[in-house]
């Protein structure tokens, strides 16, 4: 039967240099044509944490040489990055579309989210972007730019930035009004570009929103049936990393819940992405989220692999 499905691709269908990217975009455009062609709808929502710190590092470098006037803001970087990584995705997917006879049209939107300029986030920077560094030259970058370094998951230091909730994305009539059309949408790259409302006007701030977050909210405007978190593992896991470490297929809300009091998850990594599987699924009875590897997406619907919340 066919679906409704919000797909949130992870760093690892992305790549971290253009030519990386357009490779990978290729592999990633397979598995999202392989759900279209079995008749599901799909919107594909993306990550853009190396991309949007590799723009605005190099911005703000080639500012410091003075070749160029000043430094890129954050907003600003994070819509270069929907419209670099859009470009890629949309051009991998009509290939794909084309070369398997099925004509659809494919769209980026660059979408702006709505995030409270109170939300505590912007007082405690959580969410990691740009490359990874080792400890010396995190310290000197850190120094230079007064950037704030973190260690990221025991695989290197990497710069971290506010990274507020989404609670609106402002172009969702458009990006419904696509997808109810039959278009194939890209949007909510990297949960959007983040915006507060100020005087009635909408104004970009200095942040990254968590594109699990964002794709979920996206997912519920949307009514999808099903959210899809693509990420470099097949299952989520208890005791990952461990000699007994289990995966797991499928878990209500209330099992997620005790699995995350138990720090199971680890926090910026698979913890966002239990916690936006959990609230779609609590968002409406019949709605499951999946979390699984790209090659596996097709059979994760079907329900052969994967992690599947739904209550
Ligand atoms: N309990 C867990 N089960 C499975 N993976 C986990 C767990 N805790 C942490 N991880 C790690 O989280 C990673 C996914 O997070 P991340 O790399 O940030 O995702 P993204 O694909 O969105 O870039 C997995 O590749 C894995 O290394
Ligand atoms: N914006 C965002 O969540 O990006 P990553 O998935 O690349 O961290």
Not at 254 to 272: I, R, T, W
């Amino acid at each position: 039967m066919s679906k409704r499905i919000v797909i949130a691709l992870g760093g690892n269908a992305l790549g971290s240099t253009a030519a990386e990217q357009l490779a990978l975009v290729s592999k990633t455009a397979k598995a999202i044509v392989d759900l279209i062609a079995e008749g599901n709808e799909v919107v594909i929502a993306h990550g853009n944490g190396p991309q949007v710190g590799m723009i605005n590092l190099g911005l703000s470098t080639a500012a410091e040489a003075g070749a160029i006037k000043a430094d890129m803001p954050f907003p600003e970087c994070g819509a270069m990055s929907e419209g670099y990584i859009g470009y890629h995705l949309q051009q991998a997917i009509g290939n794909e579309l084309t070369a398997r006879g099925i004509r659809k049209p494919v769209a980026t939107i660059v979408t702006q989210t709505v995030v409270s300029q109170d939300d505590p986030a912007f007082q405690n920077p959580t969410k990691p972007v740009g490359a990874f560094y080792d400890k010396e030259t995190a310290d000197r970058i850190a120094a230079e730019k007064g950037y704030t370094m973190v260690e990221d998951a025991g695989r290197g230091y990497r710069q971290v930035v506010p990274s507020p909730k989404p609670f609106d994305i402002v172009e969702a009539e458009s990006i419904k009004a696509l997808f109810n059309a039959g278009h194939v949408v890209i949007a909510v790259g990297g949960g959007g570009i983040p915006v507060v409302r100020k005087d009635g006007k909408l104004c970009g701030t200095p942040a990254v929103i968590d594109k699990d977050f964002g794709s979920e909210l996206l997912a519920e405007l949307l009514d999808a049936d099903v959210l899809v978190i693509l990420t470099a593992v097949e299952q989520v896991a208890i005791n990952f990393n461990k000699p007994d470490q289990k995966g797991l297929d499928d878990l209500t809300p209330a099992q997620a819940k005790v699995y995350m009091d138990e720090n199971q998850f680890a926090k910026g990594s698979m913890l966002p992405k239990v916690q936006a599987a959990v609230k779609f699924a609590e968002s409406k009875a019949g709605r499951t989220a999946l979390i699984t590897l790209l090659e596996k997406a097709k059979d994760g619907i079907e329900g052969k692999t994967g992690t599947r919340v739904h209550q």
